[in-house]
Structure formats: structure tokens, C-alpha cells
């Protein structure tokens, strides 16, 4: 059973804006990375995989941004499963800056991804996770979620 | 006094994924181009304007998605001020396809921002906005937030 | 016939980088932008379009950047089709900042798109245009591409 | 002296567009990454450092498409210097999809950027290199760069 993944990330002068930080929409897109990355781990993937193939479109995403980070700074987001429904799973994530003394939490973010399969015409539809998804992810203990 | 703005785009490319859709990040995007614009109308700027000068750096983002957006979709967002503090904004924004029949809401989000100023070692400090802010932007009636 | 095919944007807070100036990645998606509002423009589409679909992957981009551009700049990209061949095109882009006493080019690009059908097992080929696009695009005078 | 570096980096899914491709714009922001990787090896960077300080704006950014890149792909980029000028510096970077049965060339780009000293009122102008990078860099072997 797994409930969280690590991954580290340098940011970078394309993710930067005028104003000398991380623009805050790359927040998301970081989330996303270790979203993927926990997915693969378990043999899934975020879109189009398994049989029949189903999708896990974000029907929520949120970040609460508390001290910068800069170009250049190594970056921990720390992925943690704060829920487990049978259609959706949501994500926290806790961004921690690994270069300061002590390495300090700069954000924390969470997303919720919904399962879904796709019809014929196109759309999506809502789902049960699979059957892997089910055994394989469980809920994050409470003290980690703080 | 002003406490509405709308703009209109329509989904590029480059937005979409490989799920077809717009990614979800790019909606923070969208947010913070009607945010500025919102801000420009009043002589204001989300960056080092002013004298003093101050920045509105963000401290809270999120998205809630209930429809999906699709490459040349024509969208309205809609920023609503739903909190006006002495040293924070807080924005709504509704998503509209302006290419469905009848229009329909798609997605709904919001921004925290808070005013700073900028000290001479580099760092940032929340500060009370300036007054042209405070007598310029008021929240939005209730029933358009809703 | 058509040959070119004028825009206008405004460069976004997100799309600038911590040196203060828009991210010389983003002039690319500006073209891609025009590009595609041109082919729009003739009732063709960059992506699976037409009977049978095709889709016009690029094999080529290019751009000289000789002046920055800032936040709130307003831009004109303004595409010229460069060369026409029978399973691709060349459109050249001139940059012009028009909020400069005069306006001003400040970067030229290039992108070379080619012409491809789907494979069914996902693939791509080049394959000669649509008789809609080879009626209707044709090369921009010599005078222009300068 | 040094004439090289290799990155490595998986296609993100944010990185893709509904081509279900990764997005052409996005090869120059991964040269970007291996050419700061490579000054940073070097203990410059492309921002502001040095006394006084310089920084490396690109003034001219360019790319070749061969074969395609899809999300998750394992992709190495090779920085070599190709050109040494006193005030200037090309890099040709060549992009190998490793996850392939034999890796396989897919892109190859190059990226010019001019060294600058920044002037009071804001503006930037051309300048020789700082001697550490004069002493550092070298061109790289020609047969390297085919």
C-alpha cells in the first residue's frame, strides 16, 4: 500500500517572472510531476491507461504559498494521499526549500483527480478507480497530513 | 468605485494537453491576465507601482473545473473582488464558453493576493494598500458571487 | 489568395522572466498563435483537419530577438508566408512593439510546418496538402519577407 | 576548459499538447535548462552575476524537429559550444530519445546569447565576457558538432 512519493526539482529561469520568483502557476504544474511520477510507481498512469482505459482529469486544484522560491532553489514536493473515494483520490503536497538551514515548507497545495472513462463520442464519464488503484493507494496517516 | 472586470480569451495550442483539453495550470494564467487588467483600469499595477511602490504577490490560488475547455473555445472570465482587507484582495473568477448554447460556466476559481512593499535587502513585507487602491475597489454584491 | 495575417497581444505577467523581459521561448508560442488564426482564417485548422485529416506538425523554428520586450508591451506579429511547397510551409513572423514612439520590429521568426496524414498505428507521414490550402495560400511578395 | 554538458529529462505531461506531442516550444526551454546547468558547472550563470555583473540574453534561438517526443519519453540533451566570440557564445544542442531501441537523434537546436553589462537607466549593452568564462569555455571539437 502506498500513500505518498517524493520528488526534487531545481527551479528554473523559464519557471521565473519579473518580479524574481517562481511564477505561483508553476505550483501546479510541479504537483502534477509528482502526481505522475506516484501514478507510474504504481503501475498507472494519469491518462488513458489500463483496460478498459480510464483518465484522471483534476476537478480541483489549490495552493497556499507562504515564502518565495527562487531561481536556482531545490525544491521537495512531498505528495501525500489525503483522500480515497471510490471515483477520486485528492492529493497534498508540501513544497519544502531543501537549500535553506533548516530547509523550510514554502507551500503547500493539494489537487483532486477524478477517475473517468471515456465514451465513444468523446466525452468522459465518471468511474470506479480500478481495481490496482483500489489495493494499491490508501490514505496518509492524520500526523503527516498536518 | 470598481469591482468587477471581464475579459475574453480564446484557448490557444500551446494550452492544451494530450488529453485534448486545456491543462488545468493554464486557467491560474487566465486568472492573473484579468487580475492585471483589472488592476491597470484603476492605475494600478501587480508590480512594483506606486510611491512608495508596492506588489501583490499571491498567496492563494485555486480552481474548481466542472467542464472541460477545448482548443479555440472563446472564454469569459469574470473577476469578482469577494474580499477587501486592508492588506489583501481576494478575487473570484467565473469561466464562461462563450461557444456553447446557451453559454455555460465551466470552471470557477480565485486569488488571494497581498499588498507588500519591497525592503532594500531584497525581501518583501505586507503592508496597507495604497489609498488609491482602498478608495477605487470595493467587494462585489453578494448575489454575484454566488 | 492569402499571404499574411496580422495580430496583436499584450505580453502577460507570466510570460515574463526574472531578467524582467518576456521569455524568448514565449515568442514562439506568439507565432503559433498567428499561425494558426491564419489557417483559421481559410477554414483550415493545425490539427486534424479536413477529409481525410491532416495535421501540420513543425520541423523548423527560428527567431532573432534584437530589442526586449516588456509586461504590457503591445505587440504585432505580423506572418508572412515565406515558401509555399507542396507538403509544407515557411511563414516568416516580424515583431513589432507598437507602444514605441515609432513603432518599432524587435524580432523576426520563422516556423517551416509540414503537411502529414495519420497512419493508423499513430504514425505520421508527409503528404501533399489540402486542395483548399494550395488554392488558397500563396507566397507573400518579395518586398514584404524583407 | 569545457566545451560540454548532458541533461537528462522526462517529457511532463504538461509539457504535451493535444497533438498528444510535446510541444514545440518546449525544446527551448530545455536548452535553456542544460545551458544554465553548463555555466553553473562553470560558476557563472546566466543572470547578474560577476563583478560587475553580466548577463547572457539569447539573440537568437533556433531548432530542428526530426521525430517526435510523447509524454514520459527520456530524452538526454547535449550542449556543445560551437562558436566563441569575444562578446558571444553559440551553443548547438543535440536532443536523443534514449528510451528507444537504439537512442535515436530527434531534434537538434542552437541558442546565441550575447553578453551584456547593465547601464543605470535599465538598459543593456554588449561587453566582452568576464575572464572566467574567456578562460573556461572552448570551442568544441568539429567533429562533435555535426
Partial sequence: MAYDF??????????TDMAGL???????????TVE??????LGLSVFRSGDP???????????DYKLPLFFGDEVEIHLLVAEKKPKAL????KFRKLNASPPVQVARGALTAVCVKHNSDGGMAACSMPKLAL???QTAPLELLR
Same sequence: chains 1, 2, 3, 4.
Fill in 53 to 63: 482505459p480510464v483518465s484522471w482529469p483534476r476537478v480541483h486544484a489549490e495552493c
Fill in 36 to 41: 505522475q511520477s506516484f501514478l507510474r510507481s
Fill in 135 to 137: 489495493e494499491k493507494i
Fill in 6 to 15: 517524493k520528488a526534487i526539482r531545481h527551479v528554473e529561469f523559464s519557471e
Fill in 90 to 93: 485528492t492529493f497534498v503536497f
Fill in 22 to 32: 517562481m511564477h505561483f502557476s508553476n505550483y501546479f504544474r510541479y504537483m502534477e
